[in-house]
Each structure stands twice: as structure tokens, then as C-alpha cells.
């Protein structure tokens, strides 16, 4: 709850935007996007507010799991551009005053990586050690019962040198063993290498999934799991991830990221608040912000929410900052999950909330999720474990700038479906018109540029009852009161102690109505108020 001072890191004041090159704006015309895509757009991002950028993998790959499976970590894969291309984004971006972030993949990496390539070419390979390998059980069939979070078993036979290795996701990505120092190190270099190069953080993938037990013990069935949810829950994952070790490795590299000024570590950890807070480290030697995905899995309800906020605030660890997630490219669009109104409150809410908001590409828009016809499904994850949902090409659909051919994306056919709407939920229509979506975001995220109170302040909840969420942000001698209606019927609310004017409105209009006492909300409207008795500037 904490009011922050104002000497503090950069990225405790940011707004990260992530990029999925892939999706983002195609530069060469062959239908996927790439970086000089990314380079033609970066003044797109500084007009929309933001102030860091995180790419989603851009490194050599086979591509398999859309670059999630690298098999180079320091080259770039020929489908995004070169290493001159990334060198003239990060150039680029810097001058725009926007840090740069890149996803790092340490728990796996592609099956093509010369490592994985010497690993699996003779048990007495150097590398054979710098994966999880294992005897098949004693009478025959996978060492034990670890299932794969892409379906299936997590081990796969290698019929070279008759041992099992393990794959946290798809058979080609094979886990790195994290209990191997040289492993550490070579991760370590990777680090080195883009630090050296300018680059201001990086995003970790599957973190809570690093190490593995050492006794390569059976997994308990999960006595809570149901038909259609992801076959994996079906075991509690106790042997498999989260494992105390972990905490150890990421210090390790935290080590890292702390010989070079400044830099950020982000973890993408999906676990429950108390278990999350552990990836700040006892002593806040882990990561600098591990993810917060409590908005992605929630119940979209003002007590819930009102809750998960609180007891996510409670857990932080003293001296620790929050985050909070909206979407990414692993998860159906807030706008199709709460629908297009409702996704403009969630944007009040995630802009307004304490902590550094990441904003997945496409949101800002209101950007659906995408239809993906059967014959166009690519998403692996799909493909093994059909039917349940998990799909997520829909959420990756290209970004649509305008309503030209292709919704100006690209001169060619697209490689993943565009949105059913791209003629009229565009960039081009969508900045000429005063209360789109993409204009409630710019002026979101210049309030929070404008006012310490949101950028800062301490958050103080007021109250959560039927659909209504009021809390305040509060920095010195100002105070911002946020009012959220999270329902399709108009409600009104009585606030002791308020008086002030309408900053904005997610219907982008009200501002500098007067607010006192008694407000009132359209359905699905949320409105910030910059409270009387407040210093009137900033
Ligand atoms: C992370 C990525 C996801 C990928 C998985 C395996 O969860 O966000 O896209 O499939 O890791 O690398």
C-alpha cells in the first residue's frame, strides 16, 4: 500500500507494452511481422504512452512453438530480420525513450540446439548432462508419471541412447537441467550477451517450472481435477515445479542482472499470491517483479476482484513493487472475456491499480480474439489437446492499422486469421474517433504519466458491493478516487468525504463534471476523480 519516493527505478514508473513481433506489423511483406515492422511503428507507441517494450522471443528457432523453442539464443531468426535489424530497433527505441525487454526461455530449449543435438548423440557427450535424461521405468515405459503441460507424458525416448528426457512442453523442447552449473552458466552468457547490447530487462519464461526433483518422484493425483480442464492438472505438480531450489537459481541470476546499471528481471510465474511473493526472494534477491496474473484467471465480480486486489497487496513482501497483467499471448483477450464495454473498465482498472500494468499489443484496440477456422489452427497446444479452449492463435491475430488489404498489416496474406472486425476496430479509424478505446488508453496512460497519485501513490480500497469497485490513489496531498461499475446496469454510490472533478471517464466524456457525495455510473463506466482538498496540480 505503500506511497513511493521518487528516486526510484524505471521500470517501477513504467508501462510495459509486450510485442509479438510475429503479429505486430509486418516490414518485409511476407505476412509476418518482424523488426523492422516493430521499428516502422515505434512512434505508434510513444503517441499510445508506453514506456518499455517487451518483445516475445525473436531468437533463432525452428519455430515450432512460435519461438518458444530457441535454438540460438544469441541470433536472430531470419523471419524477424537480422542482428543489424534488432541493433537498429533497440537504437530506434532508445532515441523514442523506450526500454526494451527481451523473453528469455531457461527451463528448455529447442530440440535443434547444438546442445540438445550433442546431448542426445551418446551418453558420454559432454552435453549429455545439460538435460534430464533417465532409464526407463523398471518395467519398461517412462521413468514416472510427469505429464507434459502440451499433453501426454513429459518424457520421450530417445531410441539412439535408450534413456528418456524430459519436456515440460512439447517433445522438442527438451528441459535444461538447472541442477548442472554449466547449464547456469551458459544461461548466464546469454544474459551477458544482451545486457551488454543495451537491452533493459528480460522476461523470463516458466520460471516456477526451472527445477525438477532430484528423486524423480511420482506427482500425487489431483483430487480436484475435472473433465476439461488441461489434462496435466489432473496430478498436483509438487515434483515439478516450485521447487525450493529455484529460489537459488534465479538469485544466480539476479546476480547477473545486477552487475550492469538498472536492469529488470521479470518472471512469468503462474501461482497463487502467497507462493507467488516467494519469486521477490527473502531478501528481494529474485526476480524484480515476478508476473501477477491474478486479472487474467479471476471472476470478473467488484467483491472478488475487491479481494484478489487485497490479498495480493497483503502478500507483497516489504520494499517489494507490484505488477498486474491484463493479457498475453498464452490467454483469450480481455475483451472477448468480459466483453468490449466491460474490457474499457478493465483498462481503467489495470492503468489505475499500484504497480507497474503490462499491456499485451492488440488490447488497446479492444481487439477481440480471433476466429481461427479448423484448417487454421497452429497454436501446438491446440493441435494436441483439441476441443478444451486453450487455443491460442485467436490472441495473436494481427494487429489491424488500418482498413486497407489485409487491415494494412501486410501486402500478403497474413499468417494467423485477422480479427472479424479489422474494417472498422483499426488504428487508423480508431485515433481519429475522441472516445475509441485507443483514445481511452492514450488518456489513461497520460493521466498516469501526469499524476504521482496513480503512477505511485498508495492505493487505499474503499469499497466492493454488488458491481460496484471504489478504492483511491493517494500521493502527498492528492487523492484520485476510482469508481468502477463492473455491470450492464447504471449504479450510483455514496461516498463520505468526496468531492472533486471528473478526470476521465471510460466513456471519455465527463471531464471536469463536477463529483460529490453521490456518484453516479452509466453501465459499465468507470470514472476517476481528482478529489477536492488535492493540491489541483500534480
Ligand atoms: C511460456 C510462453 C508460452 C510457451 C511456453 C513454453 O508459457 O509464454 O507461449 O508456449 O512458455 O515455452
Known amino acids: 500500500m505503500d506511497e513511493g519516493t521518487s528516486n526510484e527505478a524505471w521500470w517501477k514508473k513504467a508501462v510495459i507494452y509486450q510485442i509479438y513481433p510475429r503479429s505486430f506489423y509486418d516490414g518485409n511483406g511476407d505476412g509476418v ?6 521499428l516502422e511503428k515505434l512512434s505508434y507507441l510513444t503517441d499510445l504512452g508506453v514506456d518499455a517494450i517487451w518483445l516475445s522471443p525473436v531468437f533463432k528457432s525452428p519455430m515450432v512453438d512460435f519461438g518458444y523453442d530457441i535454438s540460438d539464443y544469441c541470433a536472430i531468426d531470419p523471419l524477424f530480420g537480422t542482428m543489424g535489424d534488432f541493433d537498429a530497433v533497440l537504437g530506434a527505441a532508445h532515441r523514442h525513450g523506450l526500454k526494451v525487454i527481451l523473453d528469455l526461455v ?24 545439460w538435460y534430464i535424461w533417465h532409464d526407463p521405468a523398471p518395467g519398461g515405459g517412462p521413468p514416472n508419471n ?17 534413456q528418456y528426457y524430459y519436456h515440460t512442453f512439447l517433445s522438442c523442447q527438451p528441459d535444461l537441467n538447472w541442477r548442472n552449473a554449466k547449464v547456469r552458466e551458459a544461461i548466464k552468457d546469454v544474459m551477458r550477451f544482451w545486457f551488454a547490447k543495451g537491452v533493459e530487462g528480460l522476461r523470463m519464461d516458466a520460471l516456477w517450472y526451472l527445477l525438477k526433483d532430484e528423486r524423480f518422484r511420482d506427482n500425487p493425483p489431483n483430487p480436484d481435477y475435472s473433465v476439461g480442464e488441461p489434462p496435466d492438472h489432473q496430478l498436483l505438480p509438487l515434483y515439478t515445479t516450485d521447487l525450493p531450489e529455484v529460489h537459488e537459481a534465479i538469485a544466480d541470476l539476479r546476480r547477473v542482472a545486477d552487475a550492469y546499471d538498472d536492469r529488470l528481471l521479470i518472471g512469468e510465474i503462474y501461482l497463487p499470491p502467497e507462493k507467488l511473493v516467494a519469486y521477490y526472494g527473502t531478501n528481494l534477491e529474485g526476480v524484480h517483479l515476478p508476473f501477477n496474473f491474478s486479472l487474467l484467471e479471476t471472476r470478473w465480480h467488484a467483491r472478488t476482484l475487491a479481494a484478489l486486489i487485497d490479498e495480493y497487496e497483503g502478500a507483497l513482501p516489504p520494499g517489494s513493487w507490484p505488477n498486474w497483467v491484463l493479457g498475453n ?30 499491456l499485451y499489443n492488440g488490447d488497446e484496440l479492444g481487439m477481440p480474439m480471433a476466429h481461427i477456422p479448423a484448417d487454421r489452427v497452429l497454436d501446438p497446444l491446440e493441435v494436441n489437446v483439441p476441443g478444451l479452449g486453450l487455443g491460442r492463435d485467436g490472441a495473436r491475430s494481427p494487429i489491424p492499422w488500418s482498413d486497407s488489404a489485409y487491415a494494412g498489416f501486410s501486402p500478403s496474406e497474413p499468417w494467423c486469421p485477422l480479427i472479424e472486425d479489422w474494417k ?15 483514445t481511452l488508453h492514450r488518456k489513461l496512460l497520460g493521466l498516469r504519466k501526469q499524476y504521482p497519485a496513480l503512477m505511485s501513490g498508495s492505493y487505499l480500497p474503499l469499497l466492493a458491493t454488488g458491481d460496484i469497485l471504489l478504492f483511491r490513489r493517494k500521493h502527498g496531498a492528492t487523492s484520485i478516487l476510482v469508481a468502477l461499475n463492473l455491470g450492464s446496469q447504471p449504479g450510483a454510490i455514496e461516498v463520505e468525504n468526496c468531492a472533486g472533478t471528473a478526470l476521465l471517464s471510460t466513456y471519455c466524456d465527463r471531464a471536469d463534471e463536477y463529483c460529490g457525495g453521490r456518484i453516479d455510473l452509466r453501465p459499465h463506466e468507470g470514472l476517476m476523480i481528482l ?8
Do not use: Y
Open 329 to 358: 499471448h498464452d490467454r483469450p483477450r480481455i475483451a472477448s472475456r468480459v466483453g468490449p464495454s466491460q474490457a474499457r473498465v478493465a483498462a481503467m482498472l489495470l492503468l489505475t491499480l499500484r504497480g507497474t500494468p503490462t
Open 531 to 538: 478529489e477536492l482538498g488535492t493540491a489541483n496540480h500534480p
Open 424 to 438: 472498422s476496430t483499426n488504428v487508423a479509424v480508431l485515433e481519429k474517433d475522441p472516445a475509441s478505446m485507443l
Open 33 to 38: 511481422g518482424d523488426l523492422r515492422g516493430i
Open 146 to 162: 510427469w505429464l507434459s503441460a502440451f499433453g501426454g507424458s513429459g518424457w520421450e525416448f530417445d531410441p539412439t541412447t535408450r
Open 106 to 129: 531457461p527451463n528448455h530449449t529447442s530440440s535443434e540446439h547444438p546442445w540438445f543435438l550433442s546431448s542426445r548423440a551418446s551418453r558420454t557427450s559432454e552435453f549429455r548432462d
